[in-house]
């Protein structure tokens, strides 16, 4: 049993400093140093989990082996870490309250009045505490989402400052991460935002013991010295978080300014064992040296915010680096796809993903895109929604079913050749209730899909209400589009592929929630390695 230590990351200033990253880039360090590190995302709003956010108002929603809906930040921990997070890993306000008001109806709180302190604040606490709790971790690094100075993220700012309180100094630290803004026209570092947003969070009773500041421009030692003086921070624990040319340098980039060391040293934990990050240093030097570029089309609605498609974009950097290539995202608006255009906008790439989604917006874009990558024999991945449109696009234009479609789109269809699972269809509530987390898949002995895991029994990752309709099963695989993979149990269909193309593959689970900068998914690997393939043809 691990006595665990806890680090709490606010945020000030504005938002998107990269608090995630920074938090991912900490863990990492302290990992390659040998302890075993999680972190835990925060995050002040009502709704009860991302699930229910459209992706333009939050990003990708990211699915854990357990089946929580989470924040993209999750996804960005696994692949820096290589290890799974689960639902205790992300709390939102909405969560919090739902159990405080459960307890309440329980009569619990046994006639009291109950408050945000000290009842939210207490749930709160239980929740940072409870990863800690297994036993199973040195350190467990808690990101509080907002800016501190935001009315909703008050009573996690007052349970962080209890817990400082009262598990001492050398058990808890809190970094605060600001901005310290270039001004262009005095052509100078600005340190006043940064002293205000400390301001504030002193003012809650929390005082920074490092400060890390995103800049555009090196922190020079004088600029240093002004922050630590007038923040109340030691000018060693003042780091500069430059910006940096990906991700993926920031872990080096926090090594250099000695984060780990300063944060190691506040907790009084051994910092004297050397360490290199050889793996993640190989990774970052292939994906900075690439030997070719390949062009792949990214199909999808949101297509406008990449933070929509996190998991996938990053899951073909890691497999770009694998291959020594450069992947070229072509981001394709699915609705501004027509039978007529497919050819001029799809005719250049090396091979086409069609996104996983919801609703029938853009979906007839989608439909054109597998036909021209089926036709026209581009390496094709269709993901969750994009492998239901593969089903469709073949059973109306191989099969002769016209109007075949997916139950989702169309309740009256003639040809559900996608559509419910009988337990679906009472469910009413959205939140929470699709095919979540991971699931084992048969993969078909000699099937291209097998070949391509080297193995035949796997777990993937699901987040879908609909599935491919088993009384089609028949007729597509004689047409020649077959179900190489399938859940045991169930005998739902996850995979399907067409051999006698060159590469044409649709899963009905989602791959690029599990792939890690050290742990490439094979799939993205050997759709990269197809489509760069396709390109030197
Ligand atoms: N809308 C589809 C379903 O619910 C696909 C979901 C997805 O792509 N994640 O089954």
Redesign the pocket.
């Known amino acids: 049993m691990k006595k665990t230590k806890y680090v709490f990351v606010t945020g000030g200033v504005t938002s998107s400093l990269g608090k995630g990253i920074i938090a991912a880039s900490l863990a990492k360090l302290l990992q390659v140093r040998g302890y075993s590190v999680t972190i835990q995302k925060l995050d002040p709003y009502i709704n009860i989990d991302p699930g229910t956010l459209n992706p333009y108002e939050h990003g990708e929603c990211f699915v854990t082996n357990d089946g929580a809906e989470t924040d993209l930040d999750l996804g960005h921990y696994e692949r820096f870490l290589n290890i799974p997070t689960s639902q205790a890993n992300n709390v939102t306000t909405g969560r919090i309250y739902q159990s405080v008001i459960d307890k309440e109806r329980r009569g619990e709180f046994l006639g009291k009045t109950v408050q945000i302190i000290p009842h939210i604040t207490d749930e709160i606490k239980n929740r940072i505490q409870l990863l800690g709790n297994t036993g199973e971790f040195d350190i467990v690094i808690t990101e509080i989402g907002g800016t501190v100075g935001d009315i909703e993220s008050l009573p996690y700012v007052e349970a962080v400052r209890q817990l400082l309180w009262e598990m001492g100094k050398e058990n808890a630290i809190s970094i605060h991460l600001t901005l310290v803004p270039y001004l262009a026209a005095a052509g100078e570092l600005k340190t006043k935002p940064t002293q205000h947003s400390v301001k504030i969070l002193m003012q809650s009773g929390v005082s920074p013991d490092i400060l890390v500041c995103r800049t555009e421009h090196k922190l020079n030692e004088s600029i240093k010295r002004k922050l630590a003086l007038f923040c109340n921070v030691q000018e060693d624990s003042i780091i500069e978080s430059i910006d940096a040319e990906t991700i993926y340098d920031v872990p080096l980039l926090m090594m250099d300014e000695k984060l780990d060391d300063v944060v190691l040293k506040k907790m009084n934990l051994p910092i004297d064992k050397k360490y290199e990050l050889t793996a993640w240093n190989d990774f970052l030097k292939k994906h900075k040296n690439p030997k070719n570029t390949v062009e792949i089309g990214l199909i999808g609605k949101y297509v406008e915010l990449q933070d929509a498609y996190k998991s996938i974009s990053e899951a073909f950097i890691h497999a770009g680096a694998t291959n020594e290539v450069k992947v070229n995202i072509n981001w394709i608006h699915s609705e501004s796809l027509t039978t007529q255009n497919v050819p001029e906008k799809l005719g250049g790439l090396n091979a086409i993903l069609v996104a996983?989604?919801?609703g029938d917006r853009g979906i007839e874009g989608k439909i054109d895109a597998v036909k021209y990558a089926r036709e026209h024999k581009i390496p094709f991945l269709g993901i969750?929604?994009g492998m239901?449109m593969a089903v469709i696009e073949f059973a109306r234009n191989v099969l002769g079913l016209k109007g075949a479609y997916s139950d989702?789109m169309d309740p009256n269809t003639p040809y559900p050749v996608i559509n419910l699972m009988e337990e679906q269809k009472s469910i009413v509530d959205m939140g929470g209730t699709?095919r979540l987390g991971e699931w084992d898949c048969k993969l078909a002995k000699g099937s291209k899909i097998a070949n391509i895991y080297k193995q035949e029994n796997i777990q993937e990752r699901h987040?879908?209400?609909?599935e491919f309709n088993n009384d089609y099963l028949e007729q597509i695989e004689s047409a020649g589009m077959i179900a190489t993979g399938k859940n045991p149990e169930t005998n739902l269909v996850e995979v399907i592929e067409i051999p006698d193309h060159p590469w044409f593959i649709g899963v009905q689970y989602h791959p690029e929630y599990k792939s890690t900068v050290l742990k490439p998914h094979p799939l993205f690997v050997d759709l990269v390695k197809a489509a760069l393939e396709h390109s030197l043809t």
């Open positions: 996983p989604g919801f969750c929604l239901q989702e699709m987040r879908h209400r609909y």
